[in-house]
């Protein structure tokens, strides 16, 4: 049963990192397995498929991050039934950096595999997540209509897309972002500034009230 168990764990850590860094669609399940030195049938007996690994992929970090992140919410709403959608979004911001004590930079690792799964239209995951952490996500969306009553639902479901793609974009280019601050403006970021640095951008976004035109 070990045995399993550490196979398992060593074909999860091998995908976790190839995605993260490829790509789903780039990562075969060849590549996989090389890396993480098993054979193919061992994945096929773990997992079944390369659409089922990665949702188990995801999994490990989802199972921990939407119940905390959930929680979060919970709490700073009952403290304050006026919460700012910056309250609300900065809730996101403990449970995400506790994913580093999941694993090594399990924070960006999280962020970039969401990332994948939303640039290349990975439509399965998106079952698996509102199938699997739907009332999560409800509760989240809710919490930010009500602290944006001003926007109509329609709306808010078009500028909570553009906040995770601009998320989805930071995330993939955290690296990059953070050389050229530190290189321009002598800035000195971590994972955690950086995502801070973003809340009040994306808390504007989403609350701005609407044009004429859009009305």
Same mark, same amino acid.
């Given at each position: 049963?070990?045995?399993?168990?550490?196979?398992?764990?060593?074909?999860?850590?091998?995908?976790?990192?190839?995605?993260?860094?490829? $790509?789903?669609?780039?990562?075969?399940?060849?590549?996989? =397995?090389?890396?993480?030195?098993? !054979?193919?049938?061992?994945? !096929?007996?773990?997992?079944?498929?390369?659409?089922?690994?990665?949702?188990?992929?995801?999994?490990?970090?989802?199972?921990?991050?939407?119940?905390? /992140?959930?929680? /979060?919410?919970? /709490?700073?709403?009952? !403290?304050?039934?006026?919460? *700012?959608?910056? +309250?609300?979004?900065? %809730?996101? #911001?403990?449970?995400?950096?506790?994913?580093? *004590?999941?694993?090594?930079?399990? =924070?960006? %690792?999280?962020?970039?595999?969401? $990332?994948? $799964?939303?640039?290349?239209?990975?439509?399965?995951?998106?079952?698996? @997540? %509102?199938?699997?952490?739907?009332?999560?996500?409800?509760?989240?969306?809710?919490?930010?209509?009500?602290?944006?009553?001003?926007?109509?639902?329609?709306?808010?479901?078009?500028?909570?897309?553009?906040?995770?793609?601009? @998320? #989805?974009?930071?995330?993939?280019?955290?690296?990059?972002?953070?050389?050229?601050?530190? /290189?321009?403006?002598?800035?000195? !970021? +971590?994972?955690?500034?950086? @995502?801070?640095?973003?809340?009040?951008?994306?808390?504007? $976004?989403? *609350?701005?009230?609407?044009?004429?035109? #859009?009305?």
């Amino acid at each position: 049963m070990a045995n399993r168990s550490d196979t398992k764990t060593r074909i999860l850590d091998a995908a976790e990192k190839l995605f993260a860094e490829r $790509g789903f669609s780039e990562t075969s399940l060849r590549l996989i =397995t090389s890396k993480a030195e098993v !054979n193919l049938a061992s994945v !096929n007996y773990h997992f079944g498929s390369k659409k089922e690994l990665i949702r188990a992929v995801l999994a490990r970090y989802l199972d921990v991050f939407m119940p905390a /992140a959930a929680e /979060a919410i919970v /709490a700073v709403r009952s !403290n304050n039934a006026n919460a *700012s959608l910056d +309250d609300i979004f900065s %809730t996101l #911001v403990a449970p995400l950096l506790d994913l580093n *004590s999941l694993r090594a930079e399990g =924070t960006t %690792t999280f962020l970039q595999l969401l $990332g994948r $799964g939303y640039i290349e239209s990975q439509g399965h995951l998106r079952w698996f @997540i %509102t199938t699997h952490y739907g009332e999560y996500l409800g509760l989240f969306v809710k919490a930010v209509a009500e602290s944006a009553p001003h926007i109509p639902p329609a709306e808010m479901f078009w500028r909570l897309h553009f906040t995770l793609g601009t @998320i #989805v974009f930071t995330m993939a280019s955290a690296d990059a972002l953070t050389e050229i601050a530190e /290189a321009d403006f002598g800035e000195q !970021n +971590d994972i955690e500034a950086v @995502i801070r640095k973003v809340i009040p951008y994306l808390s504007a $976004g989403v *609350s701005v009230p609407l044009t004429k035109d #859009v009305m």
